[in-house]
Each structure stands twice: as structure tokens, then as C-alpha cells.
């Protein structure tokens, strides 16, 4: 009966009168929350709130039975809230990151900050500022359970090869306490007290180190394990305080495992034979993959993210994942989960779905009761939105692939088939090919995207492909897709636009292939290598010149983007120009559609003009559009509501809707 309160307030928050039709502002509008932490005494919630180009941090008192905005803070232009940790009841803990454009991968910014509940005190304790010259970065590894003014923070420096543990003061930003870690480079791990005892670094020539000592009394000891260095995360100490719990991205052992550093021994816990734990999909559901217990310390399971989401539990008994199962069986159809607890028995549950945008409960653990707090885009029905089915294809040389496929639910517009609405009265459909960005790293995953929910309101099949290079489906599969840009990459997507074609789910006739960033560069060799199978194709802020990317951009900025330059691309300058779609402009035949931000430092918007210039010399028509004061992918609203008016009506005209 308890569980039975918690789906039907859910429901019935989630779900409101069915609406007949949207416009496109609707489904543009950037999420209004990302992620959420609850005080220790349960009374306060601390939230991270897009504006715009950055995003702030929003607190509200939710003691009572209503929610009450305390503060909300804003973030220079391009800075975001990251993680948010409550240091205790008065003093929240806040890390950024660096993000030029709605595509563009996050970077952390080092910088760690402190903020009362009413906004009073708000101040950078630790990191660089903004122009400085002087690199150092600051990583929160723990709090100290004796000293509610206190963390534990590991400090990098350009000037140093070694990370210091630092003892800092979340009123002031007074760092003391200086521990040395034992290894030049790499991460240091905090135990349950707050204890500097692993370290990790991998070496120049990509060797994993490890350094454990038992108690902070004892010498630092390196050892080995059998496990690549290459792939792991390191996830924290298991429940008994010694043992280091470990992820590992290789392909024939994916998983969480145990690691016991005195015997060198290790045990896997759980794990998928298909995907790997973590990595993009975190950064997309706006908390980690892996689950802790009630106090936040030691590992109790995983999220495993094939197909569709679902948790895995170490001991499925212990207290903190029966809790879990309990919510995640509240909620058929959905994904929910606890992501933040308090000290006492008020929790945080994150709901969330293929149909429905992310959602957070206030959580009573004693009367297992839900009260609905936050939700993202709540003028979207999940009523009127469509499912995304898992799919599996094979490509050519008998790889597996997968992917999702969203059929239409209306056409015309957002006018209804017929009278109950639903999908499309028959089979196949006008089907447009979405290719994500990265490529390697990011991946597709079953959760809710409004770019998607357009194309499928205006009537249009959507087929997404995780194809090799991908990530998320470990390293093996990942490393497959390098110096294989505009070749075996593309074939895959070939070849899963030609299985839905042959399943009788894309119209032969009727289908464009669409992307953004790699996606934009895949659409556009897609058009060169595939004559007459797509309709049309789209892109927006891709990259089209190969060997322009060793030289513009922020990648090739650094020695590390150069040399991932060189891993995933190569470095025949012959083979980069013919996998070059501005180079093979005179291929192309059919309609093209492009747009880009003018300050695109990702894809550089050099990528654009050259591919113009290219286009124009050879008098390929194209439709174009360039956006002031945007980056790698688009913030502001009405040029949100532009970018896919236009994108929606050349979709209309060519593929006959």
C-alpha cells in the first residue's frame, strides 16, 4: 500500500491534461534544473538552474508545505554549477565547469565555491580566477566527519607534479594540513574518516600506478593490479574501509569490481556484458552511475545503461539498495532512484523518462511517501510524447549495434491521425537519422530528449545509433571507431539507416540524416558516400575539414588535444582531405542544410566558412544560417526557436510532410 501512495502522487504529477497541440517554443525551452542535494537536516534543497549561457544555484526551504525560494545566484557567462555538496545545514559547497554552447562537452573549471542558504558569503574558496595566469585546481574528496567546517580537497598545480591533500575551510577558503601525494599526477582517495590511503596515476606510456598505504601512519606502497590502467575508475573504499572498489571499461570484463590492495586479490560485483558503468550517461543524468549508501560512503551498486536503465545491487538485501528497489518498483515505466539523502528520514528521489523529463520528490522514509518538488519542461504531456525503443542492428562486418528507435506519434503539424492521437495511422515513415556528437565518449542513451519529441510531434521517425567509437560500450568498442571518421564509423550509420528501411520503418524515399558537432560532420558524409539514400541532410556546428582541425578550435590548443588528435584522426594528410566532406562538396546531390554559432570554439566556426566557400565555388545550393553570440550549440531562445523553425520546415519540403 505504501509503495501504492508513491506511484499514484507520481502519476498524477506527472501527467496533466492531455494537450492537443504544441508549438515549437515549446519543446525548445532548456531544462529549468539540473541536478539536486538535500541538507542534513532535510529542510533545504540545494539546486543547480540553467540561465541563459550559465547556471546558477538556486536554494529553497522545503521544511513546510510549501517551497520557499531562499537565494538564487548567478555564474559568469559560460560557467556552470557542477557539483553541489552541503558541507553542513549553513555552508554549501559548489564546483563549476566550462561549457561554450549547449553541445559542448564540460570541462572542469578547478574552481570550488561557498555559499550560505541565503545567498550571504558567496565566494570562490579555492581555484584560479577567471584570466589568471597562475593554473591550480581544486577536486572535493570528502568531508570530515568531526569537523563540519572542514573538507578534504585535493590541489593541482602547473608548477608541481605531485597533488597535494589539502584540510580546507568552507567559511573562509583557509587551506592546512599539506599531504604530499606519494605519485606525480593522477587522483588521491579519501577513505570513510576522511583519510588520504590510494593514490592513482597512469604514466607516459600508459601504464596504470597505484600507491596504498593501511593508515595514514604507515609508508606509502606501490603495487600492481591486473586490471588496464587505461580503463578504470576508481569509485571509492568498499564498506569495510580497506578494500578500493574499482570500474573497468574493458570489453571482456566490464564492471565493478573489488580490490583488495594488501593481497593484491580482486572479486567482480556486478556488471553488463555489453556496457560499461558510468562515463557520458552520468553527465546527462546529472548524478553518477554508481550508488552509495545512506551516509554517502561505501558503494552498495551500479546503473547499468543497456537499453534502458536499470540498477544493480551488490548485496540486494543491504538496507540502502532494498530502499532502492522499493522506489524503482513505485514507478513502472520510469527510472527513479534516491540521489540525495539527509541525516535524518527525508530523502531525494530523481524520476525520470523516455516520455517524461526529469522530476524530483521530497522522499519520506518513514511514511514512504512522495510530494512532488521539481520538474523539468511540465508543459510537455508524457501523454502526447512518444517511447524510444532499444534496437539492436548489425552492421556489415557483424558488429553489433545499438541504438533507439521513436516513431511519430502525429503529423501535419501537431494535428492528431485521428481521434484518440497515438501514432501514425501506417508504416514505413518519413524517418530522419539523428548522429550524436563527441564521438568518442558521448553515446545514446534511453532518456528524454525534446529534440527528439519534436521530430516525432511533427510526424517524423527518429532511428539514433550508437555507432563504433561510441561510448559507453567499452573500451574495445570505443578504440574501433578511431581513424575510422567518414569510413567504418559511417558505415554503420549506413547500414542502420538501410535495416530500418528494410524492417519497413523508414520510408526509402523519405529520409534525412541530421546531427550536431560529429553529427553535423556524419550527415554531410553521409550525403557524399550515399547518393540517393538520404532525401536530404542537416547539420549544425559540425566539423568538415579534418586537417583544419589540428589547426582552430580549443582542441588542438593543448598537447593533450593534439595527441587525441593524432589517436582518433590520424595523420595521412591525404586520407584526412578525403575524409573531408568541404572537400567533396561536388558529391554532394541532395538538399543541404546548415547552421553554426559564431563563437563556436569547439567545431570553429572556420569549419563553416570554409565549407561555404567550398560549396559556393562549386554552386551547390545549400540553406544556411549563422548565430551571433552563440557557441557550440545554441542558449538563447529565439535563436533556439529560429534554428529549428527553419530545421522543421526544410524537413517539411523535402521529405514531403
Not at 537565494?71 to 566550462?98: C, K, P, Y
Not at 519534436?454 to 578511431?482: D, I, P, T
Request: a negative charge; one cysteine or more; charged letters at 25%.
Amino acid at each position: 500500500m505504501r509503495s501504492l501512495i508513491v506511484l499514484v502522487i507520481a502519476v498524477s504529477a506527472l501527467v496533466g491534461l492531455r494537450a492537443e497541440a504544441y508549438s515549437v517554443e515549446d519543446f525548445v525551452q532548456l531544462p529549468e534544473f539540473r541536478s539536486v542535494a538535500l541538507s542534513p537536516d532535510g529542510n533545504k534543497l540545494a539546486v543547480a538552474a540553467p540561465a541563459g549561457d550559465q547556471t546558477g544555484l538556486a536554494v529553497f526551504d522545503i521544511s513546510g508545505s510549501s517551497i520557499e525560494v531562499l537565494m538564487a545566484a548567478g555564474l559568469r557567462s559560460g560557467e556552470h554549477v557542477d557539483q553541489i555538496l552541503w558541507a553542513n545545514d549553513e555552508r554549501i559547497l559548489f564546483t563549476t565547469n566550462r561549457e561554450v554552447g549547449t553541445l559542448y562537452q564540460p570541462v572542469p573549471t578547478g574552481r570550488i565555491y561557498g555559499v550560505n542558504p541565503d545567498g550571504s558569503r558567496n565566494e570562490m574558496l579555492y581555484g584560479a580566477r577567471e584570466g589568471s595566469q597562475v593554473f591550480r585546481r581544486g577536486e572535493i574528496l570528502s568531508l570530515l566527519p568531526d569537523e563540519p567546517n572542514h573538507v578534504r580537497i585535493a590541489s593541482y598545480a602547473h608548477d608541481r607534479p605531485r597533488p597535494h591533500a589539502l584540510r580546507l575551510d568552507v567559511r573562509n577558503g583557509r587551506t592546512t594540513r599539506r599531504e604530499i601525494g606519494p605519485l606525480e599526477g593522477g587522483g588521491l582517495l579519501a577513505d570513510h574518516d576522511g583519510a588520504i590511503r590510494f593514490a592513482y596515476h597512469m604514466n607516459e606510456e600508459g601504464d596504470a600506478m597505484y600507491s596504498w598505504r593501511p593508515d595514514t601512519d604507515s609508508e606509502w606502497q606501490e603495487f600492481e593490479t591486473e586490471f588496464d590502467g587505461n580503463e578504470i575508475g576508481v569509485h571509492g573504499f568498499a564498506e569495510n574501509n580497506r578494500d578500493i572498489v574499482l570500474s573497468t571499461r574493458e570489453s571482456d570484463r566490464m564492471g565493478l569490481y573489488r580490490f583488495d590492495p594488501e593481497s593484491g586479490e580482486s572479486e567482480f560485483l556486478l556488471g553488463s556484458e555489453r556496457v560499461e558503468i558510468g562515463g557520458f550517461v552520468d553527465m546527462m543524468r546529472g548524478t553518477s552511475s554508481v550508488l552509495r549508501d545512506r551516509d554517502g560512503k561505501a558503494v552498495v551498486g551500479a546503473v547499468i545503461e543497456d537499453g534502458r536503465p536499470e540498477m544493480k545491487f551488490i548485496d540486494p538485501e543491504e538496507e540502502t539498495s532494498r530502499l532502492q528497489r522499493t522506489i524503482a518498483q513505485a514507478f513502472p515505466g520510469q527510472f527513479a532512484r534516491i540521489v540525495s539523502f539527509s541525516e535524518g528520514d527525508r530523502a531525494i528521489v530523481q524520476v525520470e523518462a523516455d516520455i517524461a523529463s526529469q522530476a524530483w520528490f521530497l522522499f519520506d522514509l518513514e511514511e514512504m511517501s512522495a510530494q512532488l518538488l521539481l520538474s523539468n519542461h511540465q508543459n510537455l504531456d508524457p501523454q502526447d510524447m512518444q517511447p524510444m525503443e532499444p534496437v539492436r542492428i548489425e552492421a556489415r562486418d557483424g558488429l553489433e549495434l545499438h541504438g533507439y528507435l521513436t516513431r511519430p506519434a502525429v503529423t501535419n503539424n501537431g494535428e492528431d491521425d485521428n481521434e484518440e492521437g497515438g501514432q501514425a495511422e501506417q508504416e514505413p515513415f518519413p524517418t530522419i537519422v539523428v548522429v550524436h556528437g563527441g564521438p568518442h565518449g558521448p553515446r545514446d542513451a534511453w532518456r528524454f530528449s525534446t529534440e527528439v519529441q519534436l521530430l516525432a510531434n511533427r510526424g517524423y521517425a527518429v532511428l539514433q545509433v550508437n555507432f563504433r567509437g561510441s561510448g559507453g560500450y567499452g573500451h574495445e568498442f570505443e578504440e574501433a571507431g578511431h581513424r575510422e571518421w567518414g569510413a567504418a564509423m559511417q558505415d554503420d550509420v549506413t547500414d542502420a539507416t538501410r535495416w530500418a528501411i528494410e524492417e519497413g520503418i523508414a520510408d526509402a524515399d523519405r529520409v534525412c540524416i541530421y546531427g550536431g558537432s560529429y553529427g553535423g560532420y556524419a550527415a554531410l558524409m553521409g550525403l557524399v558516400r550515399e547518393p540517393g539514400l538520404y532525401a536530404c541532410g542537416a547539420a549544425v556546428v559540425g566539423v568538415y575539414d579534418l586537417p583544419l582541425m589540428f589547426e582552430v578550435g580549443d582542441i588542438p590548443e593543448t598537447p593533450q588535444g593534439q595527441a587525441y588528435l593524432h589517436r582518433v584522426l590520424g595523420d595521412d594528410e591525404e586520407e584526412l582531405k578525403a575524409r573531408s566532406p568541404a572537400r567533396r562538396v561536388a558529391e554532394i546531390e541532395d538538399p543541404l542544410f546548415i547552421s553554426h554559432g559564431e563563437e563556436d570554439i569547439r567545431a570553429h566556426v572556420d569549419h563553416y566558412h570554409f565549407l561555404v566557400e567550398q560549396l559556393e565555388a562549386a554552386e551547390i545550393e545549400y540553406e544556411g544560417s549563422l548565430y551571433e553570440s552563440e557557441g557550440h550549440g545554441y542558449y538563447q531562445l529565439e535563436n533556439r526557436k529560429s534554428f529549428y523553425t527553419d530545421l522543421l520546415d526544410f524537413f517539411d519540403r523535402h521529405l514531403g510532410q
